[in-house]
């Protein structure tokens, strides 16, 4: 199992046992040397379906190990869905990707929804982002509106256009 995927199993692991928070600084200096925004995603097992997926765009955390542990508990407690239990623990598939550094892109034309993950964002600073590579969605125009929807940004709003690429790492 990839260290990064191993961290965030562990992490929810303790956090759904005994609540508590597993210490990042307990991870070997590869992933603490680190810095880049992380998203933890979990499914479940059984029917793939999505229980949580919470993550940053750029490092909110003083390296990718804290990142990682903190994503992966904010996961367990996505506002979307009901808290993640204790029992569902065995039927979790979780998985972790690693954001480059955005960069910003004057055209939807320059994205590839396979390749790489959109951000857009309004003047007021209204923010959606989606990851890339997701089951469904095939075309930019898709891709984009499921950012703005994200966002509460409507179809006729001015949107500023960022792409990044992620290092996917899965159980």
Same mark, same amino acid.
């Not at 990064?4 to 307990?26: H, P």
């Not at 479940?44 to 997926?53: A, D, F, H, Q, V």
């Given at each position: 199992?990839?260290l990064?995927?191993?961290?965030?199993?562990?992490?929810? !692991? $303790?956090? /759904?046992?005994?609540? !508590?928070?597993?210490?990042?600084?307990?991870t070997p200096d !590869?992933?603490? $040397?680190?810095?880049?925004?992380?998203?933890? *995603?979990?499914h $479940?097992? *059984?029917?793939?379906? /999505? #229980?949580?997926?919470i993550?940053t765009?750029? @490092?909110s955390?003083?390296?990718?190990?804290?990142?990682?542990?903190?994503?992966?508990?904010?996961?367990? #407690?996505?506002?979307r869905?009901?808290? &993640? +239990?204790?029992e569902?623990?065995?039927?979790?598939?979780i998985?972790?990707?690693v %954001?480059?550094?955005?960069? @910003?892109?004057?055209?939807?034309?320059? %994205? =590839? @929804?396979? $390749?790489?993950?959109?951000?857009?964002?309004?003047? =007021?600073?209204? +923010?959606? %982002? /989606?990851l @890339?590579? /997701?089951?469904?969605? =095939? =075309?930019?125009?898709?891709?984009?509106?499921?950012?703005?929807?994200?966002?509460? &940004?409507?179809?006729?709003?001015?949107?500023?256009?960022y #792409?990044?690429t992620?290092? #996917?790492?899965t159980?």
């Open positions: 199992m990839n990064y995927v191993e961290l965030a199993k562990k992490t929810i !692991e $303790k956090y /759904l046992s005994t609540g !508590e928070i597993f210490n990042a600084d307990d !590869e992933i603490k $040397k680190q810095k880049a925004g992380c998203f933890v *995603s979990i $479940k097992k *059984s029917n793939n379906e /999505l #229980r949580g997926c993550g765009i750029m @490092p955390y003083k390296n990718l190990a804290a990142e990682i542990v903190g994503n992966a508990i904010s996961a367990c #407690r996505d506002p869905f009901e808290p &993640i +239990t204790k569902e623990f065995d039927d979790l598939d998985s972790v990707d %954001l480059s550094e955005p960069e @910003p892109i004057a055209s939807p034309n320059l %994205l =590839d @929804p396979k $390749k790489y993950g959109v951000i857009v964002k309004t003047k =007021d600073g209204r +923010t959606g %982002l /989606l @890339p590579d /997701l089951e469904g969605v =095939d =075309d930019t125009a898709y891709q984009v509106a499921i950012a703005r929807q994200k966002a509460r &940004i409507m179809p006729n709003e001015k949107i500023y256009l #792409r990044f992620v290092d #996917r790492y159980m």
